[in-house]
């Protein structure tokens, strides 16, 4: 992103809705791909099929997704909101997590990352005179979500291994 100026940059993140908007290097995660490769190793992967090395030796690589690729852009938004009124009968009931009671949220993020990706196209065109590629990344992507969060300055990992951020706590999905 050396090429552009950031600020910019972070400002429209904050008007699509973000609530952290971070920049950091295309480097690769060699100690992410060390620490997957260990927890597929000894099983503690198993149940997810898809979850494999050859994933992570693409996902802790950014230029594996995109040759050219020179920033990322970390994004978190938060997903608090109130608790419904609890209802009073005696009816058993289940629990569900707060990231699943609105819409699903890759649904919510994806059209925001399309339109940001739109916008930085236009912005380098007017600013730098190039073109930019971009590709788009929410949970199912082949991104470590969170070593991008925590290397860019979005927030730190927690002892419940998700990124604390100052402001919202865990209570964040990453793009
Ligand atoms: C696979 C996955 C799951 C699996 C986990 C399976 C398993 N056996 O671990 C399942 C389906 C169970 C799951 C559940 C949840 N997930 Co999930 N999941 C992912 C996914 C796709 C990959 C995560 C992963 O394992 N990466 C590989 C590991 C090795 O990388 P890493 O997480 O960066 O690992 C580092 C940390 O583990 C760190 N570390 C671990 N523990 C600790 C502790 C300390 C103290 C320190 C310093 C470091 C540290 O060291 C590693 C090396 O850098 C990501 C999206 C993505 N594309 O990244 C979402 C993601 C991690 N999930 C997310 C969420 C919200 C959840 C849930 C809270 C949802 C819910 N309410 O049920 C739970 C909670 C899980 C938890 N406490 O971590 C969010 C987390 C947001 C955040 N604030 O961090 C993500 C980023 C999705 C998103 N884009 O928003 N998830």
């Keep these: 992103m050396d090429l552009l100026d950031a600020a910019p940059i972070k400002a429209y993140g904050y008007e699509l809705g973000f609530d952290l908007v971070r920049i950091t290097g295309a480097e690769a995660f ?21 979850f494999t090395s050859e994933r992570a030796e693409v996902s802790c690589h950014p230029d594996a997704l995109l040759p050219e690729a020179r920033s990322i852009i970390a ?4 997903y608090l909101s109130e608790p419904p009124e609890e209802p009073q009968d005696d009816l058993p009931r289940g629990r569900i997590s ?13 059209p925001k990352l399309k339109q940001f990706a739109e916008w930085l196209r236009e912005y380098a065109r007017r600013e730098a005179g190039h073109e930019l590629e971009a590709r788009l ?17 979005i927030g730190w990992y927690g002892k419940n291994t998700t990124i604390l951020t100052r402001g919202w706590g865990s209570w964040v999905f990453l793009a």
Excluded at 137 to 152: K, L, Y
């Design 30 to 50: 060699p100690e992410t791909e060390r620490v997957i490769k260990d927890r597929i190793a000894a099983g503690l992967m198993d149940g997810l099929p898809w």
């Design 75 to 78: 994004l978190a938004m938060c």
């Design 98 to 110: 707060r990231y699943a009671w609105g819409e699903d949220y890759h649904e919510v993020i994806k």
């Design 137 to 153: 990344f929410v949970d199912t992507g082949r991104m470590v979500d969170r070593a991008v969060a925590q290397r860019a300055g």
